[in-house]
């Protein structure tokens, strides 16, 4: 298993206006927000490697996106190596599957998924491997 695996990696903000949010970012916290495309922008709180993966040690970077009924509160994410073989052990850990894993590999992004944990809090896992 690699070293960078099974850490918060990657963190998702609900906004109800986009651009709102992503001006008070860069305001209050001086985070770069470039367009991401479909009308989310990325929340850059460190710098970033070509796919916008933190560099620096320790970093978290995420994106802010439209807030809708499956995407109410933020969420965190969680690199794994295999999205489907994690699933089945937060199952086996008494959580449950919110969204089964989705692939956006086509379009450059990772395989993703949510799940609840046992007090009901949504996480995400994904990973860049298929």
């Given at each position: 298993?690699?070293?960078?695996?099974?850490?918060?990696?990657?963190?998702?903000?609900?906004?109800?206006?986009?651009?709102?949010?992503?001006?008070?970012?860069?305001?209050?916290?001086?985070?770069?927000?470039?367009?991401?495309?479909?009308?989310?922008?990325?929340?850059?709180?460190?710098?970033?490697?070509?796919?916008?993966?933190?560099?620096?040690?320790?970093?978290?970077?995420g994106d802010?996106?439209?807030r809708d009924?499956?995407?109410?509160?933020?969420?965190?994410?969680?690199?794994?190596?295999?999205?489907?073989?994690?699933?089945?052990?937060?199952?086996?850990?008494?959580?449950?599957?919110?969204?089964?894993?989705?692939?956006?590999?086509?379009?450059?992004?990772?395989?993703?998924?949510?799940?609840?944990?046992?007090?009901?809090?949504?996480?995400?896992?994904?990973?860049?491997?298929?």
């Amino acid at each position: 298993m690699s070293k960078h695996v099974n850490k918060v990696a990657f963190f998702e903000l609900p906004a109800d206006d986009v651009e709102r949010a992503s001006t008070f970012y860069k305001k209050a916290f001086d985070w770069d927000t470039p367009e991401q495309g479909g009308g989310n922008v990325w929340a850059f709180t460190a710098p970033t490697d070509e796919k916008g993966n933190p560099i620096e040690t320790g970093a978290i970077n995420g994106d802010i996106r439209q807030r809708d009924k499956g995407f109410d509160r933020p969420l965190i994410m969680i690199l794994v190596e295999d999205v489907e073989a994690q699933l089945k052990e937060v199952e086996n850990s008494g959580g449950k599957v919110i969204h089964p894993a989705q692939d956006e590999s086509q379009f450059g992004g990772p395989v993703w998924a949510v799940f609840s944990d046992t007090e009901g809090n949504h996480v995400g896992v994904y990973s860049f491997e298929s």
